[in-house]
């Protein structure tokens, strides 16, 4: 998005770095349901040292940017695209 609005703007943009995580390979089309942003939270945040009630105020700011992300299309940009991709990661 920045890349694109920078080159909205005029400027040049010489190349974009996209670092990819380990995603869900073949999401289901449409919004998604709790139980699976449930089970995707609980992935995302086992290990981590946070307590139930902080759980609890985080897992609607990771429900809106998967959803978010979910229904992003980005624009096409004029500069070079580098993709950096994880080799690990288990994701559901």
């Known amino acids: 998005e920045m890349t694109a609005q920078l080159e909205a703007a005029g400027e040049r943009v010489a190349q974009l770095v996209v670092l990819d995580a380990p995603a869900p390979t073949d999401p289901p089309p449409g919004p998604v349901d709790d139980a699976t942003m449930q089970a995707w939270f609980r992935e995302d945040t086992a290990g981590a040292d946070l307590l139930p009630a902080e759980l609890d105020h985080v897992y609607p700011v990771f429900a809106r940017i998967?959803?978010?992300?979910?229904?992003?299309?980005?624009?096409?940009?004029?500069?070079?695209i580098a993709l950096i991709r994880a080799r690990d990661g288990q994701v559901s």
């Open 66 to 80: 998967v959803n978010a992300c979910r229904s992003y299309h980005p624009p096409v940009v004029a500069a070079d």
